[in-house]
C-alpha cells in the first residue's frame, strides 16, 4: 500500500519512528554494556553506565565455558528438522481445512484451537510417560515430536488464516488446467503463501531456539542439550555471572536474527499485485 | 542409524505417506541425515546416572576421576538448575524415570521421595559403612525419615550473620553479642548512612532467614521446634512479636529500598562494595565474594545472638528401583562423591562439605567458624522444615506484614489456618 | 482427479496423529487427574469429583487474583501490544528509509529469552540504582520515584511495560504479512475518490486484515492467558501474591506443593476458557467469509 502523503505528515512519522526506535534499543544497549564489563564494575557502578573497561573477552570467554557451539550445533539440528517439517505438516492440514472442505472440518479445526490453551506445564507427566513408552526420551526425535505437536495448533490457525485470503478462482483455475490435489497445493497454495511461511518460518525458529521447559525436561543428556538450559550454567542458586549471561546471550540470538534477515524479504510489497490481479 | 530415529522416521513416514504426498522423500532424508548423533557405546559396563545442581562444578572432575578410574562404571552427570531440577524430579518420580542418584535437600523437599518409596533404603549400608565416622551426623540426620537413613549427604549448610569489616570500621562497630547490642548497631549504620539489612524479599526466601532468626529469639528453641513441626500454635505470643518486629525494621529503613521485590542476588550485590552492613548467608558465601572480585578478608562472621545457628542438608538420593549391582555401583559412585577425597581436592569449588576430616581452603576461611557455630546447636532452615503449602503462607505474611496489609496478628492467625488447613487435608487423603 | 472422501482425511493426518499423541492424550490425562486428590506419586489417587474446581472458586486466596490479572494482562495485550504491533506493521509496510533495519529494532526484543528481558527490567526498575527512578529525578519528577516491584499496585503493570517492549515484535510481523495480500487497487480507487489516510485505514485496510486480525486476537489472548514466564521471573508472583496469574499458580501447586490434582483443575480453567471465548470468536469472525 503506498499513498501519496503530505511531505510533513511524512516527516513526522519518520520522527515517530526514530524515537520510538531509540526507546526500545534503550534496553539492548543495557544489555551490550552488562556483557562488556567486569563483574566489580556491574556491583559496584549503576548498571546504566558505560563500562569502565570494555572486557571484549567475555564473550570468548562465554562462547567457551558455556561450550556454546556444542549446544548451538544441537539447537540447530532440532530447529532445522523441526520446523520445516512441521510447516509442511501444519500446512497439508490447513491446506485440507481450507480448500477441501469435508464434513466435520470446522470440529477438527476447533479441535486444534483448544491445544493452544493447554498450559505446557501440565502435560509434562503425560508426555512423559508416552515418550518412555516409545523409548524416545532423550533422543532428538522425542523432543522433535513433542515440538512438532506443540507447534500444531499455532501453524495451523496462522496458515489456515493465510490461505483463505487465496482467492478460490485461482485454484479453480489451476484445477482445470489439470493440475491435482498435490499439484494444486504445491504450484499454487504454497508459492502464493510465502510470506505467511515465512512469518510461521520465522517464528517457530525462534520459538524452537528459544524454548526451555520442555528441553529442560526431556533431554537429561548434557552432550545433547539445546542453547537455552546451556546458559543457565552461568546462573547459579545464590548467584550469577551476569556478564558471561548477557555475552552468551548476545551470541545466541545470532542464528534467530540470520534466519529473520534471511526470511523478512518477503514483507515486501510485490506479492501482492499477483494475487488479485 | 539408532533405534530411536528409525523409530521416529516410520512414525512420520507413516503420517506422511497417509496424506498421499509425494514428496516425503524429502523430509525423510533430512531427518535421516542428521543421524548418528546419540551414539553411545553399550559394553557390559554399569551405567550409573547423576543428576546434579548447575552449580556443582566440582562433580565434572571428580565424576571423570572415577570413570578413568572405575573401567566397569561409567558415571554420567546432567545438571539442573534449582526450579528445573524440582521440576525434573517431580515429572521423573510421576513416570518412573529417576535417574540411578540425584541431588536433593534434607527436610521437607527430600521427604517427598523418600516417604512416597522412591529411595532406597540406606541404613544397613550407612551402619555397615560406618558413615557417623564419614559424615557429619547431623547431614544424616536430615535425609533420614521415619528412622530410613535415604540419601549420602554432601553439603551441611550453615546460615548466619555476615558482616562487611569496611562498614564495621568505619563505623566502629565490633560483632556483637546480645540482641540489643545487634539492634543498636542497626540503629547506627541506619544513622551511619549505611543500609543495615542486605535482604531481599523477592521468593521469600532471603528474608526468612532474618524471620526465623527473630522467631528463635521471641519464642525459643522449644517452641520454635514445635512451631515447625506444627504440633503448637502459629497464633501465638512470640509469633506475632515476631511479625511485629519485622515490621519495626521495615518501617525504620533497616530493608534496602524496595527490599520486597528485590532478588536476594542483586541484595547480597549490595553487601559486597559494603553499600549495606550485614546479610544472613551460608557457608558458600566465601565462594560468591570471591566470585564477584571483591576479597573475602574484608568480611566476618557471627553468630545471631539466639541459641541456634539454621542449617540444611543436600544430599544424594538412591533410587528404590535398581537391581543388587547397579545399587552397588550406585551407592559406590555416591560415596566417592561425597567423600574426603574428593573434598579436599576440589575444596575451593565444593561448598560446605558434610564428610569429616577434610582440609578447608583459605579461600574460604568463614565456612569452618560458621559450621562450628552450627555444631554448637541448630534448627532446620523454615523452608525445609515446614510443609511447603505453609512455607509460601509464611513469605506471604513476610510481605502482607511490610506492606501494612496484615498486622502482626493477622499474620500470625494467617499462618495457623495455613498451618490448621494443611494439616486437615493431609488427615484426609 | 477428484476429491475423494478419504483425500483430506489423509491431508489432516500428520498434524492430527501428532497432535493427538501429544497434546490431546495428555490433556485428556489432565482432566482426569483434576477429579483426584493426589501428590503425583503415591499408589493412591482419591476421587474427590468437583472439589478441585469449587476449592479454587470458594476457598484459594490466590486463585480469584489470578484470574482478574489473567484478565488484565489480556486486556492490555489486546488495545496497547496489538495496537503499536499495528501501527508499527503500518508505518513500517510504507517505503521508509532504513524500514528492513526498523523492523529489526522492534522485532529483536522478541527474540530475548525470558531471563534476560526479567533481568535487564528488574535493574531498570531498581529503585536504588535503576534507570527509571534516576530519569525521573533527573527532569524534575523525582517525588515519583517508587520501588515499582515492590508495590502491589505497581508491579503488574511494571511487570506489563516490560511485556510490551518483549512483545510487540511478534504482531508487527503477523501484520506485516498480512498487509501483503491486500492489493493495491482499493486504495488507488480510494485516492482518486479524494478519501482521507483515515478514512481508508478504517475502510479499506482493517476489513481487508480480517483474517490477520482473527489470527493476531486469537493468539494474543492464548499467550496472555498462559502467560507465566516474565512474570514469575520479574516478581516470583509477588509481593504478598499478587502478581500471580493463572500459570504461576499452577505451576506452584503443581511442583512445589505436589497438588496435582488442583494444579490440573487450573489448566483445565485455561482450556475451559478457550472452549468458551477464542472458538467462538474464531468462529464467527470467519463464519461470514467465503469458506
Known sequence: ?????????????????????????????????????????????????????????????????????????????????????????????????????????????????????VPMQATLVPLNMILNKLGLVDTYPGIILIYLGFGIPFGILILRGFF????????????????????????????????????????????????????QIFITKDSMRTITTGLLAFRGQYSANYPLMNAGVLISVVPVLIVYVAFQKYFVSGLAGSVKG | MTKRWQAFVGLLMIALIAAGCSSSGGT???????????????????????????????????????????????????????????????????????????????????????????????????????????????????????????????????????????????????????????????????????????????????????????????????????????????????????????????????????????????????????????????????????????????????????????????????????????LEATIKVGEYLTSAEVVNKYIDSYGTPAALNVTYSENTPHLKPLLDMATKGSFLITDQALPQEVVQKLFEAQDKVALKEWTPEQAAEGMEKAAADYKAKNKTS | MKIGVLKPWLFVFPALFIYIAVIFIPTLYTLYLSFFNWNGVAPTKTFVGLSNYTDLLLHDSVFPRAVANNLLWTLGSLTIIMGIGLMLAILLNQKLKGRIVFRGIFYFPYVLSGVIVATIWTWMYNPMQGLFNKALELIGLGSWAQAWLAEPKFALYAVFVAAIWNGVGQPMVLFLAGLQTIPQDPYEAATIDGAKPRQMFWFITVPLLRETFVIVVAITMVSSMKVYDLIYAMTGGGPAESTHVLASWMYIQTFKFANIGTGSAISMFLVLITLVIIIPYVYYTTKKSHL
Open chain 2, 28 to 326: 525423510n532424508s533430512e531427518a535421516g541425515s542428521t543421524s548418528g548423533t546419540s551414539g553411545t557405546s553399550s559394553a557390559k559396563k554399569i551405567t550409573v546416572s547423576v543428576w546434579a545442581l548447575q552449580e556443582h562444578t566440582w562433580i565434572d572432575g571428580a565424576a571423570a576421576d572415577f570413570n578413568a578410574a572405575n573401567p566397569d562404571i561409567q558415571i554420567e552427570v546432567s545438571k539442573y538448575a534449582v526450579d528445573p531440577m524440582k521440576e525434573a524430579l517431580k515429572v521423573a518420580a510421576n513416570s518412573g524415570t529417576l535417574p540411578n542418584m540425584w541431588s536433593t535437600w534434607g527436610g521437607s523437599l527430600g521427604s517427598f521421595y523418600a516417604e512416597n518409596g522412591l529411595t532406597a533404603d540406606l541404613t544397613q549400608i550407612a551402619k555397615d559403612h560406618n558413615w557417623p565416622s564419614l559424615y557429619n551426623q547431623a547431614a544424616i540426620d536430615m535425609g533420614t525419615y521415619n528412622g530410613k537413613v535415604s540419601g549420602i549427604p554432601y553439603h551441611l549448610n550453615a546460615v548466619d550473620m555476615w558482616y562487611s569489616k569496611t562498614v564495621y570500621d568505619k563505623l566502629k562497630l565490633t560483632a556483637p553479642s546480645t540482641f540489643e547490642e545487634l539492634e543498636a548497631q542497626l540503629q547506627a549504620m541506619k544513622d551511619g548512612g549505611i543500609t543495615p539489612l542486605s535482604l531481599g524479599g523477592k521468593n521469600g526466601w532471603h528474608v526468612m532467614r532474618l524471620t526465623e532468626q527473630l522467631l528463635e529469639h521471641f519464642a525459643g528453641p522449644e517452641l520454635h521446634d514445635k512451631l515447625n513441626n506444627l504440633t503448637a500454635s502459629w497464633n501465638d505470643p512470640a509469633v506475632v512479636q515476631t511479625f511485629a518486629k519485622l515490621k519495626e525494621y521495615n518501617d525504620k529503613g533497616y530493608f534496602p529500598k524496595g527490599y520486597v521485590a528485590l532478588d536476594p542476588t542483586e541484595a547480597v550485590n549490595l553487601f559486597y562494595p559494603g553499600t549495606t552492613g550485614l546479610d544472613i548467608d551460608g557457608t558458600w558465601l566465601d565462594g560468591n565474594i570471591a566470585a564477584a572480585g571483591f576479597n573475602v578478608n574484608d568480611f566476618g562472621v557471627f553468630k545471631f545472638p539466639t541459641g541456634r545457628s539454621s542449617v540444611f542438608a543436600e544430599m544424594f538420593q538412591v533410587s528404590a528401583d535398581l537391581d543388587q549391582a547397579t
Open chain 1, 1 to 117: 500500500m503506498e499513498q501519496r502523503v503530505h511531505p510533513i505528515s511524512k516527516a513526522l512519522k519518520y520522527v515517530l519512528i526514530v524515537v520510538l526506535a531509540a526507546i526500545f534499543l534503550l534496553p539492548v544497549l543495557f544489555i551490550a554494556f552488562t556483557a562488556l564489563k567486569s563483574s566489580s564494575d556491574l556491583l559496584t557502578r549503576p548498571f546504566y553506565m558505560f563500562p569502565e573497561k570494555l572486557q571484549w573477552h567475555n564473550f570468548v570467554q562465554a562462547w567457551e565455558q558455556g561450550r556454546m557451539s556444542m549446544y548451538m550445533k544441537n539447537t540447530a539440528l532440532i530447529a532445522l528438522v523441526k520446523v520445516p517439517l512441521g510447516i509442511l505438516i501444519e500446512a497439508l492440514a490447513a491446506f485440507a481445512l481450507t480448500r477441501l472442505a469435508f464434513k466435520g472440518s470446522e470440529w477438527l479445526f476447533a479441535l486444534f484451537l483448544i491445544g493452544m490453551m
Open chain 1, 164 to 215: 483463505r485470503t487465496i482467492p478460490k478462482e485461482i485454484d479453480e483455475a489451476a484445477l482445470i488446467d489439470g493440475c491435482g490435489v498435490m499439484g494444486k497445493f504445491f504450484k499454487i497454495i504454497i508459492p502464493l503463501s510465502m510470506p505467511a511461511i515465512a512469518t510461521l518460518f520465522i517464528f517457530d525458529f525462534m520459538a524452537t531456539w528459544n524454548e526451555f521447559l520442555l528441553a
